[in-house]
């Protein structure tokens, strides 16, 4: 069972940045991919980014082509969500996720879950 915790949520204006830190209960990343995803109420999950464990990166270019970032650190066992330029639109719950094998755009390929960190974006 890996456990995934977020932090790094808040509230900010609209321009802001943001960095978000998925931290799990791993000892490597070896075979793992962690991917980014957000949720706003009523709305279908939304792919934000993933990374794999040797560094490979998917984006959702419509959404966050050159604001967002995805990194990690394998020694923290962390990986890192760097917002920048936010926009209102971005406000939502921000979800870590991982799974064994390459990265993914599909949430329902992920097998474990965070419970998100809330970020809020005011015009």
């Known amino acids: 069972q890996v456990q995934l915790v977020e932090s790094g949520g808040g509230s900010v204006q609209a321009g802001a940045s943001l960095r978000l830190s998925c931290a799990a209960s791993?000892?490597?990343?070896?075979?793992?991919?962690v991917g980014w995803f957000r949720q706003v109420p009523g709305k279908e999950r939304e792919f934000v980014a993933s990374i794999n464990w040797n560094g490979g990166k998917l984006y959702n270019l419509d959404s966050v082509k050159d604001r967002f970032t995805i990194s990690k650190d394998n020694a923290k066992i962390t990986v890192y969500l760097q917002m920048n330029s936010l926009r209102p639109e971005d406000t939502a719950l921000y979800h870590c996720?991982?799974?064994?094998?390459?990265?993914?755009?599909?949430?329902?390929?992920?097998?474990?879950w965070g419970q998100g960190t809330q970020v809020t974006v005011a015009s």
């Open positions: 996720a991982a799974r064994t094998g390459g990265a993914s755009r599909l949430a329902y390929e992920y097998t474990y």
């Open positions: 791993l000892r490597t990343f070896s075979g793992y991919s």
